[in-house]
């Protein structure tokens, strides 16, 4: 076996384990707020959550090339693949710190300030690549402060709907409603979930065989990749993350069937249109800034503004952090590839 094909698999493995933390990691994503009012049981929205998110995989193929051709351009070859590595254990371990302290952030952006961190730390070996600056601002930076606003703005609006629309309705009446209804507002989080983040450890993947010579387009994503991205992402997520569930569905707001429902349409809303952009914008993103905008229409002191404050805070350290971790990887792990 030669030792370009061991690299290919190195970071083929490192991008599944990836996958699996973002799956545990963002699980919260698709079931917090449904778990919260007591929609779903715990054990029952892990489960639609993991089959939405198998799903959603197979209509992600958008994102997956955005990630694989837009972000970085790493040399062919064994340094190529060494940028990719890196990166991606970058994200990895972000992953891990933020899901231990139970904060929200991006799994997204933790990945591609790691691949970003570790193509920067490459050309001062002397290696040739790329970073896609242009393709970062409009399809990562520009997606990742508009989604934010769009969800807490579409959030608002559609709760203030819901209020006027149901306001002369009996409440015991409306929540047993609203309940039955989030079944279906979880499920498209969970599809749209899917269409995002399993797609991004695909667009890795291809980008991986591409650079060591084992595929010809960085935007054709075969069907092993599909299947292998979507089952490890599906088994993350039924695995759990509690501690970002107890943080986004209790300690950000108390949120009731109606206000769950609101938070969940638009966030599948946002990461339907997105996807089918081929921006890969958070999903964390979106429905934590969607629960912000639904509670904030009760009175703004029903959200808990400095447990909002640290999401935020986690948020904006995510890019740099995941990328400076990457470069000690890449360090550290450079002599190998």
């Known amino acids: ?44 929205g892990l489960i639609m959550a993991a089959l939405g998110n198998f799903i959603g995989a197979h209509l992600g193929g958008h994102v997956a090339a955005t990630v694989g051709g837009g972000i970085i351009d790493p040399p062919t070859g064994l340094g190529g693949l060494g940028i990719v590595f890196a990166g991606v254990v970058g994200a990895i371990a972000w992953n891990l710190i933020t899901w231990y302290f139970g904060l929200p952030s991006s799994s997204s952006h933790a990945l591609f300030g790691g691949l970003v961190g570790a193509s920067i730390c490459a050309v001062w070996f002397g290696l040739d690549a790329k970073v896609l600056w242009s393709g970062i601002v409009d399809k990562v930076l520009v ?76 935007k054709d994503i075969p069907e092993w990749v599909f299947l292998a991205c979507s089952t490890v992402l599906a088994l993350g997520t039924y695995s759990g993350g509690w ?26 809303g946002v990461l339907f249109t997105t996807s089918q952009l081929g921006l890969p914008i958070s999903t964390t993103h979106s429905i934590t800034s969607a629960i912000m905008g639904v509670g904030a229409t009760k009175r703004l002191s029903a959200v808990r503004w400095q447990v909002a404050g640290n999401i935020v805070i986690a948020w904006v350290l995510t890019f740099p952090a995941a990328g400076v971790i990457a470069i000690v990887t890449y360090l550290l792990t450079h002599a190998l590839f």
């Open 1 to 44: 076996m030669s030792a370009q094909l061991v690299a290919v698999l190195a970071v083929i493995v490192v991008a599944l384990v990836f996958d699996y933390t973002n799956g545990f990691h963002d699980a919260a994503n698709a079931i917090a707020t449904s778990v919260s009012t007591r929609a779903l049981t715990p054990r029952a």
């Open 143 to 218: 997606p990742m402060v508009a989604s934010p606003l769009v969800g807490f703005l579409l959030g608002g609006l559609l709760m203030i709907a819901i209020m006027w629309t149901f306001r002369r309705a009996n409440p015991r009446v409306l929540g047993r409603g609203f309940r039955r209804a989030q079944t279906v507002s979880a499920a498209a989080m969970a599809v749209g979930h899917g269409m995002q983040d399993a797609a991004k450890t695909m667009g890795i993947i291809v980008l991986a065989l591409y650079t060591g010579g084992y595929h010809a387009d960085k």
């Open 243 to 268: 501690r970002i569930i107890r943080t986004l569905g209790r300690k950000v707001i108390d949120l009731d069937p109606p206000q769950g429902f609101a938070a969940e349409t638009v966030a599948a």
